[in-house]
């Protein structure tokens, strides 16, 4: 499709259906999703002041003496020379302080819009964003077992994260959809993403015609001055750690970047492969990575958002797997959020991450540890928050489900302690005295309903009754739970103009290429 | 037995067995266990110092104006009215200030020392110490599920708990040995803690007299001196929330106070039901509680050691059960401990909670929440660190391991991130440069083996080789790890006169009582 054709489905979109719209708005249900978070307490800080200038002025050094390589980018390297970079051969070597100058017109918090606009996301400052898994080739479910993702799945996972009160954002791709040619999988995972859902979503970076495709698609969906104003999308672009920037993922960079779309760019290292085996190191070692990607966004374009991010964890020296939710991989997440502020911009880290092959305990212990710690590393956006197994290799509805239902937790949490006189509750304290109890009081029957946080899933029930209801464990009650969901979801309404000229775009688009499956 | 009786068991146990006792020592193997934490990172205070201070002021208004009930308890009305409280009926008011003052002779930290003194604790400031599950009157095991708990279920997590690496003390009753007389358990267990371990232990609260059998069999174990002269013993008392202490705690804590053995001085409550729905309230009613227990123990004897508690949960208000791991509670966890760490007092919370039936998904997920919010609470000492199930009704050998593993995690995170040039790493960041990998690099090869915490138990291998060994969850393993310390197990030494003067002891006074079952 040229530019011309996709303007003319975009201006099509946008002048029909106006009826057709409205109607199809005053019949759909809306589903309740909390705000984004906004953190009412402090952050833990496990990084002295000396200990955070040592990492900088050791980034600074490996920016000056070691450089970072931009690999088959000729015009990256041109952009790294005007802006007074010494480079040789693919290798950019950046004179101490230039990167850290060029990241100072990246913005420190910046609004993804969704098409929901009561779902639009604040990303940076106290703002905590939760999204889903990313990435996974397989999906795991308790009736199925493990398997390779299809497009039914990816759909599955949406309307999940879709129907999830806890969950911000729709994210990426949620799954591999593998039932789909690769080089026409973005096209139906942002269709997804955006018919299915009305939070705000990711772009493809697979390719960067594919970003280019994101943007477009994003544009029929939103309008172009929508688009030109806003950042509708936030996109993972990895860093190949150690230091090195290829091509792919630079040139989808390039174009979210060109059209202010936010990027996350996000060092992807297992400690003891990919980086030295010390948190100091492995630090060090990201903020001159995530410099050097930020530097370069905003040598594309001033002022573009981005999040710093960092997907660190940690090798088991035994096996070679890498691990999650492990204390080195805790530390890595707080000490780069420290970074990250004194940088002042957003940053991405955390997740449910798990290096268990079923949603057992293991998965849980490794999951909350990381959730946990995330929180109180200031994370702003966490992708992967829910659905994620063995190592990222998998993508589990039951997972999902119940790393959602602990995001309820996390928003109680950082919501802080109020501190007015109905919290102090010195009447009820008064009305009851010593040896009485609480359930019946004046104080007790005005905030009960609101007092607690309360799970959708997990089991309180007497030992008596659940041994009854057949001994369930999580697993099986986060089945039940997906069927609910799933049960329960009605597509939220879409203009039926908007929606035609996606479709158009997609089959015109498809019809331009051939299937590829690498 | 008379006191005669004893001192002369006790000085048997010296006089006798030199010999012998060097021999057993030299025989015995000994199980390496990680010294007590030392933090190394700052704790998280979600409370501001207005909050703080506004949950004093009204923790005082407490004692004064409702003040609380010493029930059936004549002489401890006497000692609060010689102190200057007024004193109507079985009320106590306290005048505001004077709690505050009384607790001010409790030390800050102190030390229990174990017949091991390699592995004696130390309770207050930076540490934390923890301790195993406390209380549950069920076992549940993979293979025979749930059922009423045996001595033989006691000794083999006694043994568990002596076995595993990161856990400080033997604590108390580990489970309830329901095939033992109640008024009788007591002997046994802390035999089973004397002899089958050497770490630090709990003495029995249940009755006035069983904490003086406790501080008798102390005696027997450590000598009249040592225990006159140290803390040997940390027993838990519990406060009858709201605001009342009945005559049987009371009782234990007068004895081991006067005997300067250490008591946990601890409000138990379900938020909702023994305290206000709210955090603050909650707060302000377990300081009230404290102030109130703490500164009794300093009117036994001003100097004894104490520890702030705060076992608290929140209920479920559809059931009415006691939920854990919720955010509610991690608040409270929180806030309790910036109230202990300004009446400079040791803290006691955490533990590895849940309401799960099962060790599934559920159980670690709530334990996690718990054990990492404990940690940066600035817990000093964690009851329940490891093998609780059900809401304290259940101890578990498998949840028992599962958590002692996640027990390594915490004392790697609280170390804190280590900053020397080594840690720097900037030699291999040179070496291996972009687009290289670190796994072979001279750094790598220097530090892997201490580089990451790894678990005994949780699997980190290949889908192929986990699917081939037979799909096992975390709780198959554990099973697995179970009977492997068990197996392992070796008795640590025990001088046999000790030994036999401890069971002389024990069958005297067995014969003085018939058998009781409630």
Redesign the interface.
């Known amino acids: 499709m040229t530019e011309a054709e996709a303007k003319g489905a975009r201006r099509r979109a946008r002048g029909a259906g106006g009826g057709a719209a409205r109607r199809a708005a005053r019949s759909a249900v809306s589903f309740e999703t909390a705000r984004f978070i906004e953190r009412n ?2 952050n ?5 002041q ?2 955070l200038e ?1 990492i900088e002025e ?1 980034a600074e ?2 920016l000056e ?5 931009f ?1 088959e980018n000729p015009a990256a390297l041109e952009r790294w020379k005007q802006a007074g970079a010494d480079v040789t051969g693919e ?1 950019v070597r950046i004179p101490r302080g230039l990167a850290r100058q060029l990241c100072a017109t990246a913005p420190a918090r910046f609004t993804q819009i969704a098409r929901n606009r009561a779902r639009d996301v604040e990303i940076g400052g106290g703002s905590l964003v939760l999204a889903p898994v990313y990435g996974p080739p397989f999906v795991r479910d308790y009736q199925d077992g ?1 398997r390779y993702a299809t497009m039914a799945d990816f759909e599955k996972l949406v309307k999940l994260g879709y129907m999830s009160e806890w969950l911000h954002h729709s994210g990426g791709t949620v799954c591999e959809p593998t039932d789909v040619p690769v080089n026409k999988r973005h096209f139906d995972m942002l269709y997804a993403h955006m018919s299915l859902s009305d939070k705000p979503f990711m772009g493809s970076v697979t390719d960067p015609s594919r970003a280019r495709d994101s943007i477009e698609m994003a544009k029929i969906l939103f309008g172009d001055a929508v688009v030109d104003a806003h950042c509708v999308m936030t996109s993972l672009i990895n860093i ?1 750690s ?3 920037f290829d091509a792919t993922m630079m040139g989808a960079l390039e174009h979210y970047a060109a059209a202010g779309q936010a990027c996350i760019i996000s060092p992807f290292i297992v ?12 630090l ?2 990201v903020l001159a990575e995530v410099l050097a990607g930020v530097a370069y966004s905003q040598l594309i374009r001033p002022g573009a958002p981005v999040i710093m991010g960092a997907f660190v964890t ?6 070679g ?1 890498p ?1 999650f ?4 991989a ?2 890595i997440t707080n ?1 780069a959020g420290q970074l990250a502020r004194r940088l002042g911009l957003p940053y991405r880290s955390g997740g449910g991450f798990t ?15 990381t959730l ?2 995330a929180l ?1 590393s200031g994370v702003n956006f966490m992708l992967h928050a829910c659905g994620w197994l ?1 190592g990222g ?1 998998v993508s589990s509805p039951e997972k999902f489900v ?1 790393d959602a239902d ?1 995001l309820g ?5 950082a919501a ?4 007015d006189e ?5 009447d ?3 009305e ?8 019946g009081c004046a ?2 029957q005005a ?3 609101t ?5 959708k899933l ?6 008596e009754t ?2 009854e209801e057949g ?1 369930r ?3 099986e009650l ?1 089945t039940q739970r997906v069927a609910k969901m799933l049960g329960d979801y009605q597509q939220p309404a879409l203009d039926p103009a908007v929606d035609e000229a996606l479709k158009d775009y997609i089959a015109r688009r498809k019809a331009e290429m051939p299937d590829a499956f690498i």
């Open positions: 307490i402090p833990l800080e496990m990084l002295s000396e200990a040592i050791n050094t490996i003496e070691i450089g970072v390589a690999v290798r493990r190949n150690p230091l090195t400690g003891g492969a990919m980086a030295p085996v010390s948190v100091m190191g492995t060090t070692q940690s090798i088991d020296m035994n096996s797997a691990t939710g492990t204390p080195e805790a530390q000490g290096g268990s092959k079923l949603p057992d305990a293991q998965a849980a212990y490794e999951s909350a540890n946990n710690n109180v063995e290799l119940m602990q937790a996390l928003h109680k949490l802080g302690i109020p501190t109905n919290a102090q509750a010195m009820a304290i008064r009851v005295g010593p040896g009485g109890h609480y359930l104080h007790t905030n009960y309903q007092a607690f946080w309360r799970t997990l089991d309180y029930k007497p030992f659940w041994a001994e464990s999580t697993y986060a």
